[in-house]
């Protein structure tokens, strides 16, 4: 298959040495639990490469923050643990949630079934654009980490490529 050729070519194309330090990410996603498993590995990533780099220097690893976009709450009774996942696990409590992205997530999911609505990708990219001025802290982080729904992630890094 040629895997393991392929895998060694793309190694050696990868930079070595840190060239930035991720200082604040941006974890935003649907689904609480899956946000945290990829928020999981890229700081256990980034921890790994601060040690292969500076770890023989006695230096410790700069502190990340994290703030969460997204994870709206099901409206239907039975998903309401998703509600009491999201206070309990990324800290937003509030009911009254004004986020932007949540909002984009529901234009995007029935967010009672979890099932994705039908759109065009144009609705979405004009749906997307009409938030763009309540996202402007996004510029801010150092890194996002986007899980689902994809369009979303792809209109993030469109509308905010250098993060």
Same mark, same amino acid.
Not at 8 to 24: D, K, N, T, W, Y
Not at 65 to 91: D, I, K, W, Y
Not at 96 to 112: G, H, R
Not at 141 to 147: A, E, G, N, P, Y
């Given at each position: 298959?040629?895997?393991?050729?392929?895998?060694?070519?793309?190694?050696?194309?990868?930079?070595? /040495?840190?060239?930035?330090?991720?200082?604040?990410?941006?974890?935003? /996603?649907?689904? *609480? *639990?899956?946000?945290?498993?990829?928020? *999981?590995?890229?700081?256990?990533?980034?921890?790994?490469?601060?040690?292969?780099?500076?770890?023989?220097?006695?230096?410790?690893?700069?502190?990340?923050?994290?703030?969460?976009?997204?994870?709206?709450?099901?409206?239907?009774?039975?998903?309401?643990?998703?509600?009491?996942?999201?206070?309990?696990?990324?800290?937003?409590?509030?009911?009254?949630?004004?986020?932007?992205?949540?909002?984009?997530?529901?234009?995007?999911?029935?967010?009672?079934?979890?099932?994705?609505?039908?759109?065009?990708?144009?609705?979405?990219?004009?749906?997307?654009?009409?938030?763009?001025?309540?996202?402007?802290?996004?510029?801010?982080?150092?890194?996002?980490?986007?899980?689902?729904?994809?369009?979303?992630?792809?209109?993030?890094?469109?509308?905010?490529?250098?993060?």
């Amino acid at each position: 298959l040629g895997c393991v050729g392929a895998r060694l070519q793309a190694e050696e194309q990868v930079p070595s /040495g840190v060239r930035h330090i991720f200082r604040s990410i941006l974890a935003v /996603g649907l689904h *609480t *639990t899956s946000t945290l498993e990829a928020l *999981t590995a890229m700081r256990d990533s980034l921890h790994e490469v601060w040690e292969a780099e500076f770890g023989g220097y006695g230096d410790k690893a700069p502190d990340v923050s994290v703030e969460f976009g997204g994870h709206p709450c099901p409206s239907h009774s039975g998903s309401t643990h998703h509600c009491a996942m999201r206070c309990e696990l990324l800290g937003d409590c509030r009911e009254d949630n004004d986020d932007p992205i949540a909002d984009f997530i529901a234009f995007l999911v029935d967010v009672s079934t979890f099932d994705e609505r039908e759109y065009a990708l144009a609705e979405a990219d004009e749906k997307f654009a009409t938030l763009l001025p309540r996202l402007g802290h996004v510029e801010g982080f150092d890194l996002i980490v986007c899980t689902f729904p994809t369009v979303l992630c792809l209109l993030l890094h469109k509308a905010f490529p250098k993060t």
